[in-house]
């Protein structure tokens, strides 16, 4: 990628139309073995007027072991006006923390930066933009949103009805390995392709100096950092460290005679979890197959669904909204009832996404306030 002005060469000097020099950041990950974006600002990133006083964001864990499927009701979730305060974490490991939240407003007098996780958000309901130092993305409905840790951002809203699905993961979030060719592009057989890909295109350059607040989180924490100079105060950029769009609609399902299993779904994966896109399909053609998924173990991991729209052909009664928790190695499947239901049927409008974890998820404090407590017991009723 590359927008507005740059250099001829990086690491040399590169003047304002006033003579002075512009201030040359580079944006590395992994130290300096991975990806990275070399960017141009009017003014040194690095002038901090004063931190506030820090506060802690980490998720209070209620349940530290579990292995009981669970659900909850995501809509249930509170609306709130400010954009960080709304997040409601739900479920935690050491790889990912995923979050709800309905945020009433975005930001508009201060910057939201990770420093320590890469951000998955799913935009379940809102549209906007995600203004970020390499320029504006517009979102809306069905978007995932992949913000780089280390970014810089601010969100804003075209209205107040909004509702998020976020992980957090401590990883780079990637494009699944088995799709990547060797030289880094999507294989032809992958679900969806770089075309399906959105990235910032309208890069503003805010010559601005004066208090900015940019909300930096990192171990937990918020520590309120105020630089002298606008963020977004950049002239031109290059690199591969950058915020994506993908909407769920663009992806496309990979269908087959009988059952698919689940990895075909997949969309993004990070250490120790993945995740996948559940879209409006043809189900399965062979003259007896089955549309609904089987009775799974799911041995080596947590499964975590969230449902967005439609019907979902294996549950008896799902709203939007709703999270489910299927442990490890606890068996799941179809509700009594749904496999002879979906006998027959040609296709589902369902629209979910799903989130693998390697390792088991504790479950929290406010996850607890909005749980449907005998869910566990549902294939039995
Ligand atoms: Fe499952």
Wanted: with cysteine; glycine share 6%; hydrophobic share 35%.
């Amino acid at each position: 990628m590359k927008l507005g002005e740059i250099p001829h060469k990086r690491h040399t000097q590169f003047r304002k139309p006033d003579g002075s020099l512009y201030s040359e950041e580079l944006i590395s990950t992994e130290g300096f073995s991975d990806v990275y974006s070399i960017v141009y600002h009017t003014y040194p990133p690095t002038r901090v007027l004063k931190i506030d006083k820090a506060y802690s964001v980490a998720p209070e864990i209620a349940i530290d072991k579990n292995i009981q499927h669970r659900s909850f009701l995501g809509f249930k979730v509170k609306p709130a006006n400010d954009y960080l305060e709304a997040r409601v974490p739900v479920l935690a490991n050491n790889d990912v923390i995923i979050s709800l939240a309905a945020p009433k407003e975005g930001m508009t007098n201060w910057f939201f930066k990770n420093s320590a996780a890469d951000e998955l958000i799913f935009v379940h309901k809102g549209n906007g933009v995600l203004k970020t130092v390499y320029g504006n993305l517009p979102f809306s409905k069905g978007d995932h949103l992949v913000i780089p840790r280390g970014t810089i951002y601010q969100v804003l809203f075209e209205n107040h009805d909004n509702r998020l699905f976020i992980v957090e993961s401590f990883s780079p979030i990637r494009y699944p390995k088995r799709y990547i060719n060797k030289m880094g592009q999507l294989l032809e057989h992958s679900p969806y392709c770089e075309r399906d890909i959105r990235t910032p295109s309208k890069l503003e350059t805010h010559d601005e100096e004066g208090d900015f607040l940019v909300k930096i989180k990192r171990d937990g924490m918020i520590f309120p950092f105020h630089y002298a100079s606008h963020p977004f105060d950049v002239i031109g950029w290059d690199g591969n460290h950058y915020p994506i769009a993908f909407s769920i609609y663009d992806f496309e399902p990979i269908t087959g005679r009988i059952h698919q299993p689940p990895p075909v779904h997949q969309t993004f994966e990070g250490n120790n979890f993945v995740t996948c896109a559940f879209v409006p399909r043809k189900y399965d053609y062979h003259p007896l197959s089955i549309p609904t998924p089987y009775n799974h173990s799911n041995v080596d991991s947590d499964e975590v669904l969230y449902y967005v729209d439609g019907d979902f052909m294996s549950r008896k009664s799902v709203e939007q909204g709703q999270i489910t928790l299927h442990p490890t190695g606890i068996p799941h499947g179809p509700h009594p009832g749904t496999v002879e239901r979906s006998l027959g049927k040609e296709g589902t409008d369902e629209v979910a996404v799903m989130v693998d974890t390697f390792h088991p998820l504790k479950i929290t404090k406010q996850a607890l306030e909005i749980e449907d407590p005998g869910y566990f017991r549902s294939w039995t009723e």
